[in-house]
């Protein structure tokens, strides 16, 4: 019985070690970016040896994915494929831009600092295409039902984090405003009757 404790006592110690080391790395993705975040920097955040660190994450993958994965649990992307319900294409664009555009709100640090890094760092690059790139092509292909090929493009834009940033953090608009500037921008001039895709 007090070796099944033991056991259990240092499975929950292993586990909380992992978390600091995870918790530490985020938060170090967010501020300074995962390409310039080293092995040294989350071990003496985290309170731990190098050692220790390896023994969790034998390399910069298993880190990043461990990273992506909490940051995600604490604060999901919003669900597209949910807008399917949502039979005007107007309405369903400013819901899914409302609802992804509140996201980068919450997210705008670290989403910075990760497409930065996808530039140059590939581990960064290919751990963001495996999370965040099936999402975005759900938001597409919701989104984008029943446009035209130049409605598609401009759709294209109004989603990507750096047009809401110019939009909300350059421009100074609101989220609603800019919003309504990309709706705008995608349907131009249609009728405003209720549409499906």
Request: charged share 25%; hydrophobic share 40%.
């Amino acid at each position: 019985m007090a070796r099944t404790y033991i056991l259990k006592r240092r499975a929950e110690q292993q586990a909380e070690t992992r978390r600091r080391i995870v918790e530490a790395a985020v938060e170090l993705h967010g501020s300074v970016g995962p390409a310039r975040t080293t092995i040294s920097m989350v071990a003496e955040r985290a309170g731990v040896q190098r050692h220790t660190f390896y023994a969790h994450f034998p390399d910069e993958r298993s880190l990043l994915m461990a990273c992506s994965g909490m940051a995600l649990e604490r604060d999901p992307m919003p669900d597209a494929a949910s807008l399917k319900t949502v039979k005007d294409r107007r309405e369903r664009l400013r819901a899914g831009l409302g609802a992804l555009y509140h996201w980068y709100e919450r997210n705008a640090e670290t989403t910075a600092c990760v497409l930065r890094d996808m530039q140059t760092h590939a581990p960064t690059r290919e751990i963001a295409e495996l999370r965040y790139g099936p999402v975005m092509a759900t938001y597409g292909e919701v989104l984008g039902a029943g446009l035209s090929a130049r409605q598609r493009a401009l759709l294209r834009l109004a989603l990507g984090f750096s047009t809401w940033r110019i939009l909300v953090r350059e421009a100074g608009l609101n989220r609603s405003a800019a919003v309504a500037a990309m709706v705008q921008a995608v349907h131009g001039d249609e009728a405003k009757a209720p549409k499906t895709a």
